[in-house]
């Protein structure tokens, strides 16, 4: 049974007679990749149930997934709108306008959280309305394993408990970092781009093995943990980057002839380049 959100709060302030916090009513429109990470953190840490969560997709196979798990799956903007009480922008900016306009009127009560790379929450306002509450965040699909980092960016007139509400969504699928909104284009290129990158490193470095004659399936188990004990030096040992460059490279040793080469190919400006070009790209999807 579907439950409006207005009727909810109607049955609670008559059984009750004062307001009561509401559990969220979380809707997704878009069920790809990232919506389905961001419903994984929420149901994993139990910030909602299947029966509060809503999604709309162009493509009812993608949404059978989520009705098997109980979710509530709408066919239409302004009923989502109606249902919920959060609504997460999950399709990609080039189809932000499309979405918007279909959404335009409904969402005067709604928190609206954008996840799209270069939309600006000006643009979202531009289409919703003036005062319409927009949160604008940048993920990574490692929530889907409970090891996101989200950036998240605060901004009028969404309130400090509104925003404590998003934040907590992210947080149950990882950690979050908040930022002013001129950062949240070239942030991309430090969250929500880079699993690609360190994909691509495992990659070579996998290759590397094979062309060594050890196996992909030992290979790729040796560089996974590699990169989670790495990822925990950086945040728990105490040692900067270069101190934990340092402490792998004996004098005289096999990392700093790897180290060597590395350099030679500038690895460090090939990532940087990279980045560059991630921020340059927001920029041009942006609005
Ligand atoms: N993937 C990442 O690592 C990542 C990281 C951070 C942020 N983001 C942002 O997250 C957003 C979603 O990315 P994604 O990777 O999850 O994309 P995705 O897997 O392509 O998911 C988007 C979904 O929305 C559907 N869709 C398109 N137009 C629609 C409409 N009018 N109404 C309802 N559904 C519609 C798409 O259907 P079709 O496939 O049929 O078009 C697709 O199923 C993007 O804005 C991206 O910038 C992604």
């Known amino acids: 049974m579907i439950i409006k959100k207005g009727l909810l709060l109607k049955v609670h302030l008559k059984k009750q007679g004062k307001a009561i916090n509401l559990s969220d009513k979380i809707g997704f429109i878009g069920a790809g990749n990232m919506a389905g990470a961001i419903i994984e953190g929420i149901l994993k840490q139990g910030v909602a149930s299947a029966q509060d969560l809503a999604v709309i997709d162009i493509s009812s196979e993608k949404c059978a997934g ?16 109606e249902f919920c009480d959060i609504i997460f922008l999950a399709v990609k900016p080039q189809n932000y306008e499309e979405v918007l306009l279909k959404l335009k009127g409904f969402t005067d009560d709604c928190i609206i959280v954008s996840i799209a790379a270069g939309i600006s929450t000006d643009y979202v306002k531009s289409c919703l ?18 090891c996101g980092a989200t950036a998240l960016c605060h901004v009028e007139p969404v309130t400090d408990a509104e925003f404590e509400k998003v934040k907590k969504i992210f947080a149950a699928g990882g950690s979050v970092s908040v930022l002013p909104e001129e950062k949240m284009n070239s942030i991309i290129s430090v969250n929500g781009s880079s699993p690609a990158y360190v994909y691509l490193f495992a990659k070579a470095i996998i290759n590397g093995a094979i062309a060594q004659g050890i196996d992909a399936g030992t290979a790729t188990a040796l560089i996974a943990k590699t990169l989670e004990g790495s990822a925990k030096m950086i945040t728990e040992s105490g040692y900067n980057v270069d101190e934990l460059i340092k402490m792998v490279s004996s004098k005289g040793g096999t990392t700093l002839m ?16 990279a980045m560059e070009r991630c921020t340059k790209r927001a920029e041009e999807l942006g609005k």
Request: avoid cysteine; charge should be negative.
């Open 66 to 81: 989520f009705k098997e798990r109980g979710m509530n799956i709408f066919d239409s903007y302004d009923s989502i709108a």
């Open 129 to 146: 309305g003036e005062n319409s509450k927009v949160v604008r965040a940048m993920p990574n699909t490692p929530l889907l394993m409970g």
């Open 258 to 273: 790897a180290l060597e080469a590395l350099y030679e190919h500038d690895f460090e400006g090939a990532i940087i380049d």
